[in-house]
C-alpha cells in the first residue's frame, strides 16, 4: 500500500550543503530524498516518520528498526551508492497505533510533516519538492493522543538537576511535568531520598545530564530503572537562565507567587520547559504554575518497596491485584489520576491527612450527597486532557465536545455542593466550581453537532442554523447533488443509454461514462459538440460537457469556503478555550478532587473501612486489621478474611514484633496489610480494620518475598542484602519496617546471625517501629532481653494428620514450620515427603544432642566473637553403658536386669 506514495511526481530542488554532508556521497541521490537525508540528519536519535501523501514512509536503518518492531513488510525504493534502499510506512491514519508501539519499546519518534500542499509544490516548477518539517517529537513522557495514554494515569517525565552542599554531598532537584494535563510539579531531596521521590513520581521519561547520568554513585539505580533516559544538553541548567525561562513562560516578574524554590529544582523546572520546547516545536502546552513539594512532606517508598507492596502494580507487572486497582472507585479519568497520584504520595503532614479524612468522613455519612455527586461525575469527560490538546493544536471536534460537556458537569456539581456546609477540602472544591465561568460551554453547545467527527479536516461539526452563510455553502453542496443526479437522468434520456453514469474522480473531475459502442456514437455528430471525449477504457468511454465543468467549479468552490469557516470557528472557539485555561483547569482539579473524595467514601461503605487516628506520636495500634486486597480476592470466592491485630506503639522509640509461624500460615500478608495501613491512612482514606490509631511515619520500607537480579550479577541473597542494608541505614524513629526471612538465603548460621544482628540494630540503633517475620526459631530468644521486641506466632493445627492453617497472628513462638506438610500440598510426591521427614527426625534427634541454645544463650547483645559452646564431658558413664548391650542377644529376664543397672547408673 505504501508504494502509492511513490507515485507522486519527482520532488527537488538542489540540496543544501548541510544535506549534501549528511547524506553519503553519491550522484544518484534524489532530491526527495536529500531532503529525507538533511532531516534525519538533524534527528539522529529518533525515528524519522516521513509526510508522503497518504503514508509516513521511513527509510534505511529506520525502515529496518520499525519493520522488525512492528511486524510490517520491509520493502525497497530505488538504489543509494548502488545499493537498495529499506523502506516501509504506516498509514497515516493509523499512525497513533503504531506510535503506541514504538514508544512502548522504547523509541523516539520525530513526525515530519508536509508544510505545503504538493499542488502549490508543482507551481514551483514540476520536480520541485514538497516543502517539510518536523513537526514534533514524540517520546515516552511526551505523548498527548488519547489513545496512546493510560486514562487512570499521569504520564510524567522528569528533569533532574543539582547543586553542591559540600565535598561529598548534593541537593537534587526534581521537575515532574505532565504534559497531557499540565501537572507541573517541584521537589528537591538528598542523594539517600533521590530514588524514593522518583519512584514517587513513576515516570516514563528522565532527563539526564551528563554529570548526573556518569555519578559512579548513581550508575546502578540508571541502570536499573524502568524510564526512558534521555542525555540533556546543559543548555537551560543554569538556574538563572533557568529562572528567566519559567518567568517567561508563565509571564510573570517573579517566582514568589509560586512558592520557595531551592536553585536545584528551578534549574530542573528550566530544564523541562527547555524540553517541552524542543520537542513540541512551536507548539505551547497549557501548564499549571509549578507548585512546590517541601522536603519530608511526602512519605518516603522507594522503588522496592513499592514494588513488595504492590501499590499500582504486581510483581509480575500487572495492574490488576494491586492496591491501586483495589481501590480505584472513581468514575472519571482525572479522579483516577488523582488517586494514584495521591496513593503514590501519602502525606506526613497530620493537618492535611485530617482534612482528607473530613472529606471522606462527611459523604460517608450523606449518602445521597455522594451518589448525587457520583452520577455527576460520570457526565464528564476527560476535561485535563482534552483541554491541553486543544492548547497543543493536536484536538479535534471531540475535544471541544469533551470540554463542553465536562464543563455543564461541573457547574451542575458545583450547584450540588453550594447547597451544604462543607469540610474543608470539599468547600475549596465547591468554591472553585461555583465561580466557573461557562459561557463559552454556551457557545460550544449551540456551536457544535450533535454527531462529532474525529478530525477537523472531516467537517460536518458546526451545527446548522449556527452560520447563515455556512447553511448557504451546505445547501449549494446538496443541491449540486442533486442537480448532477437531474444532469444524468437527461443525458440518459437524450442518448438512449440507461447505464450512462456521472462519476468523479481527483485525476480527471466529473466526467459522464458510457459503454464503448454507445461512446462511438458520442464522438459523432449530433453529441460531439455537447460530449468531449477524455479517455477510453477497456469496455467503457468517458467523456466531459461544459455544464459538469461549471458543477464542478461550483461545488469546489463551495466545499473549500464551507471547510475554511468550520476551521476558523474550531479555531476561535479553542482559543477562547486556551485563554480560560487557568480556570478550566482549576475546575478539572476540583472535579477530581470530589472524585476521589466520594471515591474513598464509597470504598470504606462499601468494605466496612473506619476512619484511622492519626497524630504526632509514635503510636501504631489496629485493632482487627485486614488485608484489602486479600479480603476483596476472598470476597469474590465467598471466603471471609481472619481479621488481627498489630500492637507496636512506643514513648519514645518504637515496638518490633517477632513473627513465627507455618508456612503458608499467613506471616507475609499480615507483614504486608500492616505497611498497607499506614499508606491508605495517610493519603487519606479510610483503611480496613475495626480501629486504627497510627502516629505519622515518615519513610515505610519492605523487604518482602525473594527475587534475583542477574542482569546486573546479583544473587537472590545480594537483592535481599541490598535491601535490608538500606532499611538499616536509612529508617528512623518515626519509620515502619517490615522485613520477611532476612537470612534465609545463605548458610543457616551465615543467616541467622545476620537476622539477629539487623534486629538488634533496629531496636537499639534505629529504635523504629517494625514487624520481622523468620523461619529462625532461635530469634524467640531475644524478646527475653530487647524490652521492645514482643513475639507472636500464626496459629496451626492438626486434624485427621492434616495441617490446618488457621491465619490468626496469636502472642507466642512457634516451635517448627510445617514445612513438609507445605511440600505434600504442593504435590511433592509421597516418596519424597516420607524421605524427608525420616531425615527431618534424624536432624531434629542429632540437634537435641548437640543442642545450638547454649550458643544463643551466652550471646550478650552487640557481642563481637561468638563464644564457641562448652566441651562435652570426658567420660559418659551412662553412655559406656549403653553400649556394652546388645539388646538382639538378650532375654526378656537379662533385659529386665539390664535396666535396673543402667537406672542404677543414671542415679
Not at 254 to 275: C, E, P, V
Not at 418 to 440: D, H
Request: with cysteine; charged share 25%.
Amino acid at each position: 500500500m505504501s508504494s502509492q506514495a511513490l507515485c507522486q511526481p519527482p520532488e527537488a530542488s538542489p540540496p543544501d550543503d548541510a544535506a549534501a554532508k549528511a547524506a553519503p556521497a553519491d550522484h544518484r541521490v534524489t532530491p526527495m530524498m536529500a531532503q529525507y537525508v538533511e532531516i534525519k540528519a538533524a534527528n539522529p536519535d529518533c525515528l524519522l516518520f516521513y509526510r508522503m501523501g497518504d503514508f509516513y514512509e521511513l527509510f534505511f536503518e529506520d525502515a529496518e528498526t520499525a519493520s522488525r518492531a512492528l511486524g510490517i513488510v520491509l520493502t525497497k525504493r530505488g538504489k543509494h551508492q548502488g545499493q537498495d534502499i529499506p523502506m516501509c510506512g504506516v498509514p497515516i491514519d493509523r499512525a497513533d497505533d503504531y506510535l503506541q508501539r514504538l514508544i512502548g519499546l522504547g523509541h523516539r519518534v520525530a513526525v515530519c510533516e508536509q508544510m505545503e500542499d504538493p499542488a502549490e509544490a508543482k507551481k514551483r516548477g514540476a520536480k520541485s519538492v514538497v516543502r517539510r518539517d518536523v513537526v514534533r517529537l514524540v517520546t515516552p513522557g511526551t505523548i498527548t493522543e488519547e489513545r496512546l495514554l493510560d486514562p487512570g494515569r499521569p504520564n510524567f517525565f522528569l528533569a533532574i538537576a543539582r547543586r553542591r552542599l559540600s565535598e561529598t554531598a548534593w541537593r537534587y532537584g526534581l521537575a515532574a511535568v505532565d504534559i497531557s494535563t499540565g501537572h507541573f510539579a517541584l521537589s528537591e531531596t538528598d542523594a539517600a531520598g533521590l530514588p524514593a521521590e522518583i519512584a514517587r513520581f513513576e515516570p516514563r521519561e528522565i532527563l539526564l545530564p551528563d554529570s548526573i547520568a556518569e555519578d559512579a554513585d548513581l550508575a546502578a539505580f540508571w541502570r536499573e530503572t524502568r524510564a526512558s533516559l534521555t542525555p540533556l544538553s546543559r543548555d537551560g541548567l543554569d538556574p538563572a537562565s533557568a529562572e528567566r525561562r519559567l518567568k517567561e513562560y508563565f509571564g510573570v516578574a517573579t517566582l514568589d507567587a509560586f512558592g520557595a524554590f531551592d536553585r536545584a529544582a528551578i534549574a530542573a523546572a528550566g530544564s523541562a520547559l527547555f524540553y517541552i520546547e524542543k520537542t513540541q516545536i512551536g507548539s505551547r502546552p497549557v501548564l499549571h504554575p509549578p507548585t512546590s513539594n517541601q522536603t519530608g512532606a511526602a512519605l518516603a517508598i522507594d522503588a522496592a518497596t513499592r514494588a513488595n507492596l504492590e501499590l499500582t502494580r504486581t510483581l509480575s507487572g500487572e495492574r490488576a491485584g494491586s492496591l491501586l486497582a483495589t481501590i480505584d472507585c472513581t468514575v472519571t479519568p482525572g479522579g483516577a489520576r488523582l488517586l494514584a497520584e495521591r496513593l503514590a504520595g501519602p502525606l506526613t503532614q497530620t493537618g492535611l491527612i485530617r482534612d482528607r479524612h473530613d472529606a471522606v468522613a462527611y459523604l460517608v455519612e450523606n449518602a445521597s450527597l455522594r451518589d448525587a455527586a457520583r452520577r455527576n461525575l460520570k457526565r464528564a469527560p476527560d476535561l485535563a486532557r482534552a483541554l491541553s490538546r486543544l492548547g497543543l493544536g493536536r484536538g479535534g471536534p471531540r475535544d471541544l465536545a469533551c470540554v463542553r460537556d465536562a464543563l455543564f458537569a461541573a457547574r451542575d456539581l458545583g450547584a450540588l455542593l453550594a447547597r451544604s456546609a462543607l469540610p474543608t477540602e470539599l468547600a475549596a472544591a465547591a468554591a472553585t466550581l461555583g465561580s466557573l465561568r461557562t459561557e463559552i460551554a454556551d457557545t460550544l453547545q449551540a456551536a457544535l453537532a450533535d454527531e462529532m467527527p474525529l478530525l477537523k479536516r472531516d467537517g460536518g461539526f458546526i451545527r446548522a442554523g449556527y452560520d447563515a452563510t455556512l447553511d448557504e455553502l451546505r445547501e449549494l453542496q446538496q443541491d449540486s447533488r442533486r442537480f448532477i443526479a437531474a444532469l444524468q437522468a437527461r443525458y440518459a434520456s437524450e442518448t438512449g443509454c440507461r447505464t450512462l453514469r456521472v462519476k468523479h474522480n481527483h485525476m480527471i473531475g466529473y466526467y459522464v461514462e458510457v459503454p464503448q459502442n454507445i461512446g462511438e456514437d458520442l464522438l459523432k455528430e449530433p453529441w460531439k459538440e455537447t460530449f468531449v471525449h477524455r479517455q477510453t477504457m477497456a469496455g467503457a468511454m468517458r467523456f466531459s460537457t461544459v455544464e459538469l465543468g461549471e458543477l464542478e467549479s461550483k461545488i469546489a468552490s463551495a466545499s473549500d469556503r464551507a471547510m475554511r469557516i468550520e476551521l476558523g470557528h474550531f479555531d476561535s472557539m479553542a482559543a477562547g478555550l486556551v485563554l480560560q485555561s487557568a480556570e478550566i483547569s482549576a475546575a478539572a482539579e476540583a472535579m477530581a478532587v470530589v472524585d476521589v473524595c466520594a471515591a474513598l467514601s464509597e470504598l470504606a461503605v462499601d468494605r466496612d473501612w473506619v476512619r484511622p487516628a492519626i497524630d504526632d506520636s509514635l503510636s501504631f495500634s489496629i485493632k482487627a486489621g485486614r488485608h484489602p486486597v486479600v479480603e476483596a480476592a476472598l470476597k469474590r470466592d465467598g471466603t471471609a478474611f481472619i481479621a488481627n491485630d498489630s500492637e507496636l506503639s512506643g514513648d519514645d522509640a518504637g515496638h518490633i514484633l517477632l513473627i513465627t509461624g507455618p508456612n503458608m500460615g499467613g506471616k507475609s500478608t499480615y507483614l504486608r496489610q500492616n505497611a498497607l495501613m499506614v499508606v491508605l491512612a495517610q493519603m487519606g482514606a479510610f483503611v480496613p480494620a475495626r480501629s486504627a490509631r497510627i502516629g505519622i511515619v515518615d519513610r515505610l520500607f519492605s523487604r518482602v518475598g525473594a527475587a534475583d537480579d542477574l542482569a546486573r550479577g546479583r544473587s537472590t541473597f545480594m537483592v535481599e542484602m541490598v535491601e535490608t542494608a538500606a532499611i538499616l541505614n536509612q529508617a528512623t524513629a518515626r519509620s515502619l519496617v517490615i522485613l520477611d526471612e532476612i537470612g534465609r538465603g545463605t548458610a543457616t548460621f551465615d543467616g541467622l546471625s545476620i537476622a539477629w544482628a539487623s534486629i538488634e540494630h533496629l531496636h537499639e540503633t534505629n529504635r523504629c517501629r517494625a514487624l520481622f517475620a523468620t523461619h529462625f526459631h532461635e530469634l524467640t530468644a531475644l524478646a527475653d532481653r530487647l524490652d521492645r521486641i514482643e513475639n507472636v506466632t500464626l496459629k496451626v493445627t492438626e486434624w485427621n494428620n492434616e495441617v490446618v492453617f488457621l491465619h490468626e497472628v496469636v502472642p507466642g513462638a512457634a516451635d517448627r514450620s510445617y514445612g513438609l506438610q507445605v511440600g505434600r500440598l504442593a504435590g511433592l510426591p509421597a516418596i519424597v515427603v516420607e524421605r524427608a521427614r525420616a531425615i527431618l527426625s534424624e536432624l531434629e534427634r542429632t540437634d537435641r544432642e548437640s543442642p545450638k541454645q547454649a550458643l544463643l544463650d551466652d550471646l550478650p547483645l552487640f557481642a563481637a566473637p561468638v563464644r564457641a559452646p562448652p566441651s562435652p564431658p570426658q567420660s559418659d558413664t551412662l553412655r559406656i553403658a549403653l553400649q556394652e548391650i546388645d539388646p538382639d542377644q538378650m532375654t526378656p529376664r537379662e533385659a529386665l536386669e539390664a535396666l535396673y543397672r543402667l537406672k542404677a547408673t543414671a542415679g
